[in-house]
């Protein structure tokens, strides 16, 4: 068989899938169909950042990245810039704004703002959108592809992969890209979960819901101390939430998959150090010796945790500072700056953010983000091997290897280069 059509077809109505489609029209070329198995397409737009959308951050590099080489991230991010972005957004409708976190949101609060103006420019460049349409399968044929899917065949020059991840099912990502990718020639960096909740067994969590604190939480493999994340906690019933959780998941996920022998620890004192805490605990016993061991601790973290990290440590709160015992100072200096927090997995594709994974870029031109396995095959997304960290930077990576493989397809003339 061979194929005769100019159309390119993006599987993937997600950001990544809207924005390929978008530009690849702006900047000419072949037609552009856009086929998604929802009846209602962008589910995950709708539901992220709170119903927010952090459309992305005030300062994007390569370093709020991980997985796959930071100099092909870099270059990816480079064909379209925060800057930019912001622009773009500006220019369909939807003006953001930076909160003191750095992140990006629309200035409506409001995440349906954001779905609505992609669809109505898609619509406005003549991106025909195929809704309730799953694709079953991608067969390479001389002169582009046939899509098998539950509304029959099509035919396309080119076809642009951005089906996403794993994370967030019900959202429509079931790693189906991951399967046709690998069917098309890719090989598969295994996945995980990553931004996900983790859970906790035999901690203080229980006695904690719902209660937020600042921490920094280090990731130790065999033994020895590696990443340190800094920023918000959440402490719920199940474990442990929140920036500073979200973004070591995917570390503690991945040292797991490696069959390193992982743990978490939590600093209530970031940047400082047990033996700079237990002597600063000696000099207020000298100057404050009728304080209470709780009363100081009340100074340090929220009243209801310093209860509850003195119970975990059975130690008496009522103590005053002056009759306080080495053992006991020590142990309080301890569990303030490295607490042990038994995770035991955490919650799962299910109340992931994103997914860590996916195709390597080794196997994408990252000017084109053309497959090197399969010529006319295109990736965009969290389908491959990137994740970033909590905050709009996954969302920054859609826009931006969205805008590069539209650059790739319009490179093409229409269609891709025969075999």
């Given at each position: 068989?061979?194929?005769?059509?100019?159309?390119?077809?993006?599987?993937?109505?997600?950001?990544?899938?809207?924005?390929?489609?978008i530009?690849?029209?702006?900047?000419?070329?072949?037609?552009?169909?856009?086929?998604?198995?929802?009846?209602?397409?962008?589910?995950?737009?709708?539901?992220?950042?709170?119903?927010?959308?952090?459309v992305?951050?005030?300062?994007?590099?390569?370093?709020?990245?991980?997985?796959?080489?930071?100099?092909?991230?870099?270059?990816?991010?480079?064909?379209?810039?925060?800057?930019?972005?912001?622009?773009?957004?500006e220019?369909?409708?939807?003006?953001?704004?930076?909160?003191?976190?750095?992140?990006?949101f629309?200035?409506?609060?409001?995440?349906?703002?954001?779905?609505?103006?992609?669809?109505?420019?898609?619509?406005?460049?003549?991106?025909?959108?195929?809704p309730?349409?799953r694709?079953?399968?991608?067969?390479?044929?001389?002169?582009?592809?046939?899509?098998?899917?539950?509304?029959?065949?099509?035919?396309?020059?080119?076809?642009?992969?951005?089906?996403?991840?794993?994370?967030?099912?019900?959202?429509?990502?079931?790693?189906?890209?991951?399967?046709?990718?690998?069917?098309?020639?890719h090989?598969?960096?295994?996945?995980?979960?990553?931004?996900?909740?983790?859970?906790?067994?035999?901690?203080?969590?229980?006695?904690?819901?719902?209660?937020?604190?600042?921490?920094?939480?280090?990731?130790?493999?065999?033994?020895?101390?590696?990443?340190?994340?800094?920023?918000?906690?959440?402490?719920?019933?199940?474990?442990?939430?929140?920036?500073?959780a979200?973004?070591?998941?995917?570390?503690?996920?991945?040292?797991?998959?490696d069959?390193?022998?992982?743990?978490?620890?939590?600093?209530?004192?970031?940047?400082?150090?047990?033996?700079?805490?237990?002597?600063?605990?000696?000099?207020?016993?000298?100057?404050?010796?009728?304080?209470?061991?709780?009363?100081?601790?009340?100074?340090?973290?929220?009243?209801?945790?310093?209860?509850?990290?003195?119970?975990?440590?059975?130690?008496?709160?009522?103590?005053?500072?002056a009759?306080?015992?080495?053992?006991?100072?020590?142990?309080?200096?301890?569990?303030?700056?490295?607490?042990?927090?038994?995770?035991?997995?955490?919650?799962?594709?299910?109340?992931?953010?994103?997914?860590?994974?996916?195709?390597?870029?080794?196997e994408?031109?990252?000017?084109?983000?053309?497959?090197?396995?399969?010529p006319?095959?295109?990736?965009?997304?969290?389908?491959?091997?990137?994740?970033?960290?909590?905050?709009?930077?996954?969302?920054?990576?859609?826009?931006?290897?969205?805008r590069?493989?539209?650059?790739?397809?319009?490179?093409?003339?229409?269609?891709?280069?025969?075999?």
């Amino acid at each position: 068989m061979r194929v005769s059509s100019r159309e390119v077809i993006v599987v993937g109505a997600g950001a990544a899938g809207l924005a390929t489609a978008i530009f690849a029209r702006r900047l000419g070329g072949a037609p552009v169909r856009v086929v998604d198995s929802a009846a209602r397409p962008g589910a995950k737009i709708l539901v992220s950042g709170g119903s927010r959308c952090n459309v992305t951050n005030a300062v994007v590099t390569d370093r709020d990245f991980w997985g796959g080489r930071r100099s092909v991230i870099r270059r990816v991010l480079s064909r379209l810039t925060v800057a930019q972005t912001i622009a773009f957004f500006e220019e369909i409708g939807v003006p953001l704004k930076e909160e003191p976190s750095a992140k990006l949101f629309p200035r409506s609060d409001r995440s349906r703002d954001v779905l609505e103006a992609l669809l109505a420019a898609a619509r406005a460049v003549e991106v025909a959108i195929s809704p309730a349409t799953r694709v079953h399968r991608i067969r390479r044929e001389a002169g582009g592809f046939v899509l098998e899917t539950s509304r029959g065949p099509l035919t396309a020059a080119a076809v642009v992969l951005a089906t996403g991840g794993l994370s967030l099912p019900k959202t429509g990502s079931d790693g189906g890209g991951l399967l046709m990718a690998r069917q098309l020639g890719h090989s598969i960096v295994e996945t995980t979960p990553a931004l996900a909740p983790l859970l906790l067994q035999g901690s203080i969590n229980a006695d904690l819901a719902g209660v937020a604190q600042d921490v920094e939480l280090t990731l130790h493999i065999d033994g020895r101390a590696g990443q340190r994340i800094t920023g918000a906690m959440l402490w719920t019933h199940f474990g442990i939430s929140g920036p500073a959780a979200l973004d070591m998941s995917r570390h503690w996920l991945r040292a797991r998959l490696d069959g390193h022998a992982v743990a978490v620890t939590a600093s209530f004192r970031a940047g400082e150090r047990f033996e700079s805490l237990d002597a600063a605990f000696t000099s207020v016993a000298v100057s404050h010796p009728r304080l209470s061991l709780h009363g100081a601790l009340s100074a340090m973290l929220p009243a209801s945790a310093g209860a509850a990290l003195l119970e975990h440590i059975r130690a008496d709160g009522s103590v005053r500072l002056a009759a306080l015992t080495r053992e006991t100072r020590r142990a309080v200096s301890h569990a303030l700056t490295a607490l042990p927090l038994p995770v035991t997995d955490s919650r799962g594709y299910n109340h992931a953010e994103a997914t860590a994974g996916g195709v390597p870029l080794d196997e994408i031109d990252p000017s084109s983000m053309e497959s090197r396995k399969c010529p006319g095959l295109f990736l965009a997304g969290e389908m491959l091997d990137v994740d970033g960290r909590l905050g709009g930077f996954n969302f920054q990576w859609a826009w931006s290897s969205g805008r590069a493989a539209a650059e790739g397809l319009a490179r093409t003339a229409g269609g891709p280069r025969r075999n």
